[in-house]
């Protein structure tokens, strides 16, 4: 039989500590909040590959504010680079999303139904989202654009500038259907801005429809997991929860430690909501 076991280690010493056995519906119910939480680390891995990507350009950026020497053309070709990766992982996030849904739901689902419609309202609502859609399938086509790298400096400091002229991109490229290029009044526009306000656009839309399709039942999941924890720290404070499959003692038998046999168990997850990139407080 499961058990719930406290994990933790004291001087030199590696203890599990047998707590409690777990009954067979309350076994049922960790395996299926595990499977159920795995699930959702996975629909949100995608997202948070794409955040990854977006940090590595930011950094990049910074490290260019603060240069010992500036050279245009390598700041390109690096930040193309970072772009590139950027806009790849944003159309995977897109791409398999959809793919998902239309898995794990019934066709005709709110989930499955109303996924397009959210993307259309992102590429109406918000012209940086659109034109980042229409860019990837430029660099897709076409590859990059050339850009001109700028420093500027003001009373705040030193910024990176990645400028784009409209009507350059337009005669190198038709099909910018999405962010409406030609009807745009702008001369030039600045990439790393567009960029930064797209991925505000994609991070707030993208988890919630992450989240509204598999962490519903996520604060009581969550809540579940923190009672095992909580149970495992009032056996030793630095104790972590595991939940016991199987034992094998050792011939010495009786120890459970890591030298009194072979233990096999599932984590518990730890702050479940941070584990998925969410602030608890956001879905109170």
């Known amino acids: 039989m499961a058990f719930l076991a406290a994990l933790f280690t004291k001087g030199e010493s590696s203890t599990v500590h047998h707590i409690r056995d777990l009954d067979t519906s309350e076994f049922a119910q960790f395996t299926k909040d595990h499977e159920d939480f795995l699930r959702m680390l996975e629909r949100y891995s995608l997202l948070h590959i794409v955040d990854q990507n977006f940090n590595q350009i930011e950094s990049f950026v910074k490290s260019v504010e603060r240069p010992a020497g500036f050279n245009p053309s390598h700041v390109v070709t690096e930040l193309n680079n970072r772009f590139m990766n950027y806009l790849s992982a944003g159309y995977a996030l897109r791409e398999h999303l959809g793919t998902w849904l239309k898995r794990d739901f019934p066709r005709d689902s709110e989930h499955v139904v109303r996924y397009p419609q959210v993307l259309t309202f992102m590429e109406k609502t918000s012209f940086e989202y659109a034109f980042v859609q229409d860019l990837r399938n430029f660099v897709q086509h076409c590859g990059f654009p050339i850009g001109v790298a700028s420093l500027n400096q003001d ?110 168990w599932q984590d518990v997850p730890r702050d479940s909501f941070r584990l998925l990139g969410l602030r608890r407080s956001t879905f109170r």
């Open 155 to 264: 009373i705040g400091g030193t910024t990176l500038r990645i400028g784009y002229y409209r009507d350059a991109l337009l005669s190198l490229y038709k099909d910018w259907k999405k962010s409406h290029l030609c009807a745009r009044t702008e001369k030039d526009f600045d990439l790393l801005n567009i960029v930064r306000e797209a991925h505000n656009v994609t991070t707030k839309h993208f988890s919630g429809i992450i989240y509204l399709a598999y962490c519903r039942d996520l604060p009581a999941i969550d809540s579940r997991f923190t009672g095992f924890q909580k149970e495992a720290a009032d056996i030793y404070p630095t104790a972590v929860a595991r939940i016991v499959l199987s034992v094998r003692p050792s011939r010495e038998g009786g120890k459970l430690s890591e030298d009194g046999g072979t233990v096999t």
